[in-house]
């Protein structure tokens, strides 16, 4: 069973490379070609900025690949003759936080470099040593809080119940869901300041619009998300009455007023299709197939690990094997994703205008960089939006007009 397992993990690492590879020689090759939807400096850096970004995630597939053979032929059987212990819970529990605490220090080398190198060079990231330090305090504190506690459930679950991948499942996809209702209230304040959003005009018109649809929220609010990353961004995001519309300060200073109406009246679609629900429901599909998995494996596959079968080293294998299972259970998801953004930018399109909706996403382009073209098999496997030149058409934008507003996105162009 070992083998099986390493062959299948050995498959996915080669197919994430030569994906990676493929997606390097096709940007290289379109670099070269005439611009569109970006200035031509710009296009150049994006596309520059795309190959050093998969040159990364190649590195990282490497140490990914070493790192599991590290956990099942050692690693494992190393980590838990470690503890020590006999008590079942805390024996779980310690070999959960060994384990997870190995994975940060290998790939936090990797945050590092793409933080205050990669995303530096390419004037993204405006990150101070201080700030990523006390991110990473903050973010440990958050895990040790819920994820011990979330982790402490299971393991009492995994060692109590025979059908414990059911219920474990239950809890862990109720977890999973309650945290990203209350991201924009409870988690998100903790790292960004949260101010209401002083542009009264701005303010009465999203509060119309969110009237109009039907949609409830506690207010409009603006984020200091320019002191960590120049990128713009908007979400609406929360639950009930709690729900809270949320705008980066960079989409603001670089977004007019009626372009911003086009950008959430995007985001407003997908509450009115109830995409949200629709998304939560795969991700449901998703985590019981992993649970599911792994509650079914034979007890000869830890034998061959080294390791007695306790909760602690199953859930270190959901873990580990889940990034595999998402990788080919994503393009399920990313299809239905896609249809769904062309729906919400017809949602918008009705909400702010059309040609608002355009403007806004041509310098949604332009200032985060993003190169208009991957290869067709990058866009199956990690694309949750359609390629943007596909937007632009369905939206009615004409082909013949990209390299016009090149031109005319010229004044954006501060690289």
Not at 190 to 218: H, Q, R
Not at 354 to 382: G, Q
Not at 402 to 408: E, H
């Amino acid at each position: 069973m070992l083998e099986v397992l390493i062959g299948i993990f050995t498959f996915y690492t080669l197919l994430k490379i030569y994906i990676s590879v493929m997606q390097i020689g096709y940007i290289a090759k379109k670099k070269y070609q005439e611009a569109v939807l970006l200035t031509p400096t710009k296009y150049v850096i994006a596309a520059n900025y795309a190959i050093k970004k998969e040159r990364m995630a190649i590195a990282q597939s490497f140490v990914e690949y070493l790192l599991f053979l590290f956990w099942v032929y050692k690693g494992f059987a190393w980590l838990q003759g470690l503890i020590g212990i006999d008590d079942t819970l805390i024996n779980s529990l310690l070999f959960l936080l060994g384990f997870f605490a190995i994975e940060f220090f290998i790939h936090l080398p990797f945050e590092i470099y793409k933080t205050f190198v990669l995303d530096k060079s390419f004037h993204f990231s405006n990150m101070t040593p201080k700030l990523f330090i006390l991110d990473l305090i903050k973010q440990i504190a958050l895990f040790l809080l819920f994820g011990g506690a979330i982790f402490s459930l299971l393991i009492y679950v995994i060692t109590n119940y025979e059908n414990w991948w059911l219920w474990g499942f239950l809890i862990a996809f109720f977890f999973v869901v309650a945290i990203n209702f209350l991201y924009p209230t409870l988690i998100a304040p903790i790292f960004n300041k949260f101010k209401p959003i002083e542009d009264e005009y701005l303010k009465e018109k999203i509060e119309a619009i969110l009237k109009e649809v039907g949609l409830e929220s506690n207010g409009v609010y603006t984020i200091d998300a320019s002191k960590r990353d120049n990128r713009l961004n908007a979400y609406f995001g929360g639950f009930g009455k709690a729900k809270r519309v949320v705008l980066f300060d960079t989409l603001l200073q670089k977004l007019n007023n009626d372009e911003i109406i086009a950008v959430l009246g995007h985001e407003l679609g997908h509450y009115s299709h109830k995409d949200i629900l629709k998304n939560i429901a795969l991700m449901g599909v998703f985590f019981f197939a992993i649970f599911y998995i792994v509650g079914h494996l034979p007890s000869s596959l830890f034998y061959e690990l080294g390791v007695v079968e306790n909760a602690g080293v199953k859930l270190a294998l959901i873990i580990m094997i889940m990034p595999l299972l998402s990788f080919f259970f994503m393009p399920i998801i990313s299809y239905f994703s896609r249809k769904n953004e062309y729906a919400a930018d017809e949602f918008g399109a009705k909400i702010g205008g059309k040609e608002n909706l355009i403007r806004a996403l041509l310098k949604l382009v332009s200032e985060n960089k993003a190169f208009p073209y991957s290869h067709p098999l990058y866009i199956f496997f990690y694309y949750s939006h359609p390629p943007i030149i596909k937007r632009l058409e369905a939206l009615g934008y004409k082909e013949e007009e990209f390299s016009k507003d090149s031109v005319i996105l010229g004044f954006l162009d501060d690289a």
